[in-house]
């Protein structure tokens, strides 16, 4: 996906994760921050998450887990004390563009390697980031006029018709027609997918799932039948979809697939409204070019200022070991690196 969307490249690979939210009264607390908790239940939640370790990482998914959420509880208390928090509905409009413009997030919620949630705190954690990389500055209306009537004819400023649909891959043709006859009953996919024994187990724990698709990630044949469909209605008949695989010559011409339409979204020109979330960026790295180190200094001071207290005696230490050095060491004079807001057409 273009790195327009991505305000947190060049932050720290430990700060781009998520936020703690609300806590049960009765939930055991793991750790404190500025007497904010942390709590058992959302800290087992991110450990069960991590799937991947930056480059040089001695911590452990545990480890991990913990700075990282310490980390992200302090940039939220920041951007409030420095009026950078980003209204719900640029956060959902971030949410909103990602899911449009990016299929890997899209798989990546079908399988559940991660949630609308989690996806709308990684949104909220990056504007926020660069709220207080940029002092809490806000655009005029003129100058996000300004910017839109300048880049509204970008790729990035336009998205594809948009499918929401529930798919299951069936066998043959006519197993695909009893199924179809069934879910006409039923409306239940998952259902339906734990009586084929020949699905895969990832194929049948996702039928059950919507998953918004655009127009172009659609194969033609299934991208013709939708097209024919009105809201909730499912194909009438197994839809066939040409199939090659040069790993397997013997393998039948064809894949069978049951699709049922939730809803489709035309085709369109992104209006300001839905990328304010990209056009302050665009304004204010002309007077803040260096907003991603000025983010790391001021999250730094905050950090050392800040009371942090971790509960696990197993990850105590971690506070002084790894949670302030980072902090002194991100506070020190770097480099000019060039950390600009994204651009479109830009890549990193």
């Not at 700060?15 to 806590?23: I, K």
């Not at 299929?103 to 909220?124: E, F, H, W, Y």
């Not at 939708?226 to 040069?246: G, H």
Request: charged share 25%; glycine share 4%.
């Amino acid at each position: 996906m273009n790195s327009i969307v991505r305000l947190c490249a060049g932050l720290p690979a430990i700060a781009c994760l998520v936020f703690v939210a609300g806590c049960d009264a009765h939930d055991k607390v793991v750790a404190e921050v500025n007497r904010v908790p942390i709590t058992e239940t959302l800290y087992n939640e991110r450990v069960q998450g991590v799937t991947a370790f930056p480059q040089g990482m001695s911590l452990d998914a545990g480890g991990l887990t913990m700075v990282n959420m310490i980390r992200d509880q302090l940039t939220e208390q920041l951007a409030a004390k420095t009026h950078a928090v980003p209204s719900e509905e640029m956060v959902n409009a971030a949410t909103d563009y990602q899911l449009r413009m990016d299929p890997k997030t899209n798989a990546d919620i079908m399988t559940g390697k991660v949630s609308r949630d989690d996806l709308r705190r990684q949104k909220k954690y990056e504007l926020e980031a660069f709220g207080i990389g940029t002092n809490g500055d806000k655009p005029t209306d003129q100058e996000l006029d300004t910017t839109y009537e300048e880049f509204k004819n970008r790729p990035e400023f336009h998205v594809k018709a948009a499918y929401t649909v529930k798919l299951l891959q069936v066998p043959d043709d006519a197993t695909g027609r009893r199924v179809i006859a069934d879910l006409k009953q039923t409306g239940d996919f998952k259902g339906a997918a734990q009586k084929l024994l020949s699905l895969t187990a990832v194929v049948a724990a996702t039928a059950g799932k919507e998953q918004t698709l655009m127009s172009d990630q659609l194969r033609p044949e299934l991208l013709q039948a939708l097209r024919k469909l009105k809201p909730n209605e499912i194909t009438p008949e197994p839809v066939a979809i040409k199939y090659s695989d040069p790993q397997q010559p013997t393998a039948p011409p064809y894949v069978y697939a049951v699709a049922q339409l939730k809803k489709m979204e035309p085709e369109r020109a992104l209006s300001k409204i839905d990328v304010n979330f990209l056009l302050a960026p665009l304004v204010l790295k002309k007077t803040h070019p260096d907003w991603i180190e000025h983010y790391r200094r001021e999250l730094a001071d905050f950090t050392r200022k800040s009371q942090i207290r971790i509960a696990l005696q197993r990850y105590e230490n971690l506070v002084d070991t790894f949670v302030r050095p980072v902090a002194n060491a991100e506070s020190a004079p770097r480099p000019a690196a060039g950390g600009e807001a994204p651009q479109p057409g830009s890549s990193r």
